[in-house]
T-cell receptor, first 115, second 117 residues
Framework: DAGITQSPRHKVTETGTPVTLRCHQT?????MYWYRQDPGHGLRLIHY???????DKGEVSDGYSVSRSKTEDFLLTLESATSSQTSVYFC??????????????FGQGTRLTVV | AQKITQTQPGMFVQEKEAVTLDCTYD???????LFWYKQPSSGEMIFLIY??????QNATEGRYSLNFQKARKSANLVISASQLGDSAMYFC??????????????FGKGITLSVRP
């Protein structure tokens, strides 16, 4: 199994509070991503990183920020949580396998509820 | 327009039979990659198979194979000899452009597969 750990796994927070989700990898992969999963939408990209301190926006980035100070850690922050950000959040990493094919693995997910 | 389309309603298959899950995609890039993931009721996303647009042969991984028809822009997942543990949601996803290890993915909405004993 790919070494990706998300924390926390579950969180309930109040509207207006900041929330930070952590993604930690042990694969030394350069690329890391945050997605959210909502019914009827599949997974949608929030932000991604292509190296330490190098990040960019995805499809649904409003209300979110990210930081990557080390290769192994990618943080997602909800600056002021809203009910529309209630979702399941997945971290992913990608690299090349032994056959030089792209591989992309996901963490276990974080279920966030904003009340 | 959707880039990844998965339109099948919930799918049912008898144990030990084969099943095909449909996926069509839309891109103007010549270089791209296609992925399939399995999401069981426990919620994790499990990588199943990858097909690059320049790969001449269809990808296979154990009981999973990808029926890649480039001209039709389809990338159907075939599961042979279905098992009860195959019951899950299945997602097709695409990475556009040649970016090597970079995999910004666009996902379809998923297909639910139920395997009957």
């Amino acid at each position: 199994d790919a070494g990706i750990t998300q924390s926390p796994r579950h969180k309930v927070t109040e509207t207006g509070t900041p929330v930070t989700l952590r993604c930690h990898q042990t694969e030394n992969h350069r690329y890391m991503y945050w997605y959210r999963q909502d019914p009827g939408h599949g997974l949608r990209l929030i932000h991604y990183s292509y190296g330490v301190k190098d990040t960019d926006k995805g499809e649904v980035s409003d209300g979110y920020s990210v930081s990557r100070s080390k290769t192994e850690d990618f943080l997602l922050t909800l600056e002021s949580a809203t009910s529309s950000q209630t979702s399941v959040y997945f971290c992913a990493i990608s690299g090349l396998d032994r056959r030089m094919n792209t591989e992309a693995f996901f963490g276990q997910g974080t279920r966030l509820t904003v009340v | 327009a959707q880039k990844i389309t998965q339109t099948q309603p919930g799918m049912f298959v008898q144990e030990k039979e084969a099943v095909t899950l449909d996926c069509t995609y839309d891109t103007s890039d010549q270089s791209y990659g296609l992925f399939w993931y399995k999401q069981p009721s426990s919620g994790e996303m499990i990588f199943l198979i990858y097909q690059g647009s320049y790969d001449e042969q269809n990808a296979t991984e154990g009981r999973y194979s990808l029926n890649f028809q480039k001209a039709r822009k389809s990338a159907n997942l075939v599961i042979s000899a279905s098992q009860l543990g195959d019951s899950a949601m299945y997602f097709c996803a695409m990475r556009e452009g040649y970016t090597g290890a970079n995999s910004k993915l666009t996902f379809g909405k998923g297909i639910t597969l139920s395997v009957r004993p």
